[in-house]
């Protein structure tokens, strides 16, 4: 059994990995941490975990951290990188849910947070957890940064066309779409009910913090520069992403299909859907799985890639528990089988 740390588990992603940890059959809870909550059981602030979770939050204590073989922050950005060097240290794995690790430029990183990266020496070091990309890295590696979770749905989207230089990687565009559940729990107006119901709006048109994430990743696969237009909308549902992409195709005699089948045929969590189909998000609520279709319309010269996924599932704590399965030399899909939830 992995005995596992969860710190920041009061949060959606936090408990989504609490819930999904205490099925898992390798996987040990030993501390969760919180400190508003410390003392606190688990299962009074929520309560859809009684009796699979039996522990109280305590204050994050290094020193009890350290006991563990495995730590995933599910914190805000900015506080991981304080504390991961010394569990890594400790000899912990560390899997961090924030984007503490995931660019590579700690200049880079403080342009997009607004503050210096606190461990800019762990940045090479890190792992970009995206298993369809990185699976041999992740069996590997000490400390993964777990992808956000649009930049997991547009990667997925994108990967088979630039790894085959299909597309002119200098026009693309991510059309995405996101649950408000992707804002967190706290208080924020935007996503309070009475403002994101009833209500479709676009955000953040100039610069999100997870274009960097995205272009640092296709550019690794691509011959040419990238160039991405990224526009994220939220939504008025809990749960999901939906991200529509474009890309120029340099061949339209190409079967599409084929290649995404091809590219994603061993993958078990991305689910290539038959020419034509139109994946909703309802289709993967609760699952690890990224849905695709890819369509050609009006057998014109742009490719468009409709992905889906569950935002707190394989664009967050599902992922993160793929990520930890590799690290452990475990089979992938351990604790991750259960279908989605319908309706």
Same mark, same amino acid.
């Given at each position: 059994m992995i005995k596992i740390g969860v710190v920041g588990a009061t949060g959606y992603t936090g408990v989504e990995l609490l819930r999904l940890l205490s099925g898992h059959a390798e996987a040990e809870l030993h501390l969760v941490t919180s400190r508003t909550?410390?003392?606190r059981a688990v299962t009074d602030l929520f309560p859809n975990l009684r009796g699979s979770v039996e522990l109280n939050f305590i204050d994050p204590d290094p020193e009890q951290l350290k006991s563990c073989e495995l %730590?995933?922050?599910?914190?805000?950005?900015? %506080?991981?990188? &304080?504390?991961?060097?010394?569990?890594?240290?400790?000899?912990?794995?560390?899997?961090?849910?924030?984007?503490?690790?995931?660019?590579?430029?700690?200049?880079?990183?403080?342009?997009?947070?607004?503050? =210096?990266h606190a461990s800019p020496q762990l940045l090479e070091q890190a792992i970009y957890g995206l298993p369809e990309l990185n699976r041999e890295q992740i069996k590997n590696a000490e400390l993964v940064a777990n992808p956000g979770c649009y930049p997991t749905a547009i990667q997925l989207g994108f990967l088979p066309l630039l790894e085959q230089d299909l597309v002119h990687a200098d026009s693309l565009i991510a059309d995405a779409k996101?649950? %408000?559940?992707?804002?967190?729990?706290?208080?924020?107006?935007?996503?309070?009910?009475?403002?994101?119901?009833?209500?479709?709006?676009?955000?953040?048109?100039?610069? &999100?913090?997870?274009?960097?994430?995205?272009?640092?990743?296709?550019?690794?696969?691509?011959?040419?520069?990238?160039?991405?237009?990224?526009?994220? &909308?939220?939504?008025?549902?809990?749960?999901?992403? &939906?991200?529509?992409?474009?890309?120029?195709?340099? =061949?339209?005699?190409?079967?599409?299909?084929? %290649?995404?089948a091809q590219r994603y045929k061993h993958e078990p969590f991305v689910d290539l859907m038959p020419s034509g189909s139109h994946p909703d998000t309802s289709s993967v609520r609760g699952s690890n799985t990224c849905r695709l279709a890819c369509h050609r319309p009006q057998d014109g010269s742009t490719v468009v890639v409709l992905a889906v996924e569950d935002n707190l599932v394989k664009g967050a704590a599902g992922q993160a528990i793929q990520n930890m399965n590799l690290m452990f030399s475990l089979p992938e899909t351990t604790g991750l089988t259960a279908p989605a939830v319908y309706p």
């Open positions: 909550e410390q003392g %730590v995933f922050f599910a914190t805000p950005n900015g %506080v991981a990188m &304080h504390h991961a060097s010394e569990l890594l240290d400790a000899g912990c794995k560390v899997i961090d849910l924030s984007a503490d690790f995931r660019l590579q430029d700690a200049d880079t990183w403080a342009d997009w947070y607004g503050e =210096d996101s649950g %408000v559940s992707g804002a967190g729990r706290k208080a924020v107006m935007t996503s309070q009910f009475c403002e994101a119901g009833d209500s479709f709006k676009a955000y953040s048109v100039d610069g &999100h913090r997870h274009l960097p994430e995205i272009k640092q990743s296709l550019q690794k696969i691509s011959k040419e520069e990238i160039d991405l237009v990224f526009v994220p &909308h939220l939504t008025p549902m809990i749960r999901g992403i &939906h991200a529509t992409l474009y890309a120029r195709l340099k =061949d339209t005699s190409i079967d599409l299909q084929q %290649v995404f």
